[in-house]
């Protein structure tokens, strides 16, 4: 069995920046497709972004606009979303979600296909 164990969430103001990691535990993920989804309360879950297994094809939220990057370090079994420039409606809980093995350039923006999710980290900006 894996396991996803999120860190760096906290409280700042509009503006500043926090970087979310996820660390995996129990199985390898790297041939797994991987993202981050966040629930504000009284919201669905809704995806952030998106990656492949070897990270070359990423997807983004129309939100995002250019603030938040994700990446991975396969090596590091690690998981990483890079938020910048961060607003008021960002707030939510974020979790770290793993997907189906072995799926090479697949990459997928539904919670229906991921089988492996954290805790959550919350991130609250103030304004």
């Known amino acids: 069995q894996g396991q996803l164990v999120e860190s760096g969430g906290g409280t700042v103001q509009a503006g500043d920046s926090l970087r979310l990691s996820c660390a995996a535990s129990g199985r390898t993920f790297s041939s797994a497709y991987m993202g981050w989804f966040r629930q504000a309360p009284g919201k669905e879950r809704e995806v952030v972004a998106a990656?492949?297994?070897?990270?070359?094809?990423?997807q983004y939220a129309d939100f995002v606009q250019g603030r938040f990057t994700i990446s991975r370090d396969n090596a590091k079994n690690t998981l990483y979303l890079q938020m910048n420039s961060l607003k008021p409606e960002d707030t939510a809980v974020y979790y770290c979600?793993?997907?189906?093995?072995?799926?090479?350039?697949?990459?997928?923006?539904?919670?229906?296909?991921?089988?492996?999710w954290g805790q959550g980290t919350q991130v609250t900006v103030s304004s």
């Open positions: 990656l492949s297994a070897s990270g070359a094809y990423i």
């Open positions: 979600a793993a997907g189906a093995f072995s799926s090479g350039s697949r990459v997928s923006t539904r919670r229906s296909e991921y089988a492996y």
